[in-house]
């Protein structure tokens, strides 16, 4: 992506759609979600605090999209939940649930060592090395069922241990307790494996290309060059449908343009924020740019697929 002087560049944050959910309900929704079952003694916490995840990242409002950071999300369907949620196991498709236990130690250990120096004035003397081992452990797995035949369809392993070594001289090492440790690795694993169902979102800086008159026409020339301050007011505001218009303005005079394929790759870049992508790709090819057609077939591709699942896929204008 091209950009001018920080003074003038156009640029917009937002988000980009990285990649498909780790695994596809391929029926779709509706889907109902179950605590897990615990199988031992400790952590009964977990398996109301994974199934809550779940939820929550299946559900739209926390579908991995950090709202909270600099960028916006212009694209409407995606803030749109691709499963349909139910609490009525009878109105579901797949039913998610699964079961774990936990267990953990920690051993102590000491080893009675020698002093090194063998120098003749040397008195010997011996010392402790002082070792703590820490280990949480779990085992346990998710499942998916189908309501229609009440076969599962796939389980995934929630099997996780964390470990931790230490030593020192004259005293044990501090270490965390088993209680604690083992809190560290159920949260580790809620946030490693609670977004499963739920696609990947990233933050991205959109670019603008520079769009500027050729030397034929000086006074169009100095009319786009006057635009600059135009289009990166719009773009600094993240009004993307007036940006998307004011590029679309230019196209009739295209012929009096250094670079037209600039211009296509900026209105194609704004179709691609607000989620058309039919739209972002015809500009795409106008303006040539290998890299953006490439990512937009694959994003078009993503899109075909919760298209399949029933997710409602809105593509707007300007």
């Known amino acids: 992506m091209l950009v001018s002087t920080s003074l003038d560049a156009q640029k917009i944050q937002s988000y980009v759609l990285k990649d498909k959910p780790y695994y596809v309900l391929e029926e779709g929704g509706p889907v109902t979600v179950q605590e897990l079952t615990n199988n031992g003694s400790t952590m009964d916490a977990f398996g109301k605090d994974f199934a809550k995840t779940l939820y929550n990242t299946i559900n739209w409002k926390e579908r991995g ?17 691709i499963y349909e949620l139910t609490k009525d196991e009878s109105a579901a498709k797949y039913v998610i649930g699964g079961n774990y236990i936990f267990s953990g130690n920690i051993t102590k250990s000491h080893e009675l060592l020698k002093s090194k120096d063998k120098s003749k004035e040397a008195i010997p003397f011996f010392y402790y090395k002082h070792s703590v081992d820490a280990t949480a452990k779990v085992d346990g797995k998710i499942t998916i069922t189908s309501t229609s035949n009440g076969e599962i369809v796939k389980e995934f392993s929630l099997n996780n241990e964390k470990t931790k070594a230490d030593s020192k001289f004259v005293e044990y090492p501090v270490t965390p307790t088993i209680e604690k440790y083992t809190k560290m690795l159920s949260k580790d694993v809620i946030n490693r494996s609670g977004g499963m169902f739920s696609p990947v979102y990233v933050a991205k800086t959109y670019s603008f290309k520079a769009v500027k008159g050729g030397k034929a ?22 009004s993307v449908n007036e940006l998307g218009k004011a590029y679309q303005e230019i196209v009739a005079n295209e012929s009096k343009l250094k670079k037209p394929q600039n211009l296509y790759y900026n209105i194609g870049t704004c179709y691609e924020l607000i989620g058309n992508y039919a739209k972002a790709k015809e500009n795409y090819l106008k303006s040539a740019d290998r890299t953006a057609i490439t990512d937009i077939e694959s994003l078009i591709k993503m899109q075909e697929l919760f298209k399949k699942l029933g997710l409602n896929v809105v593509e707007n204008d300007f």
Do not use: C, H, Q, S
Request: overall charge positive.
């Open 65 to 81: 999209i950090n709202t909270k950071g600099k960028g916006k999300v212009y694209n409407p369907w995606y803030t749109t939940r």
């Open 217 to 238: 026409d000086k006074v169009f020339k100095k009319e786009m060059k006057n635009k600059k301050k135009v289009f990166k007011a719009l773009a600094d505001a993240g």
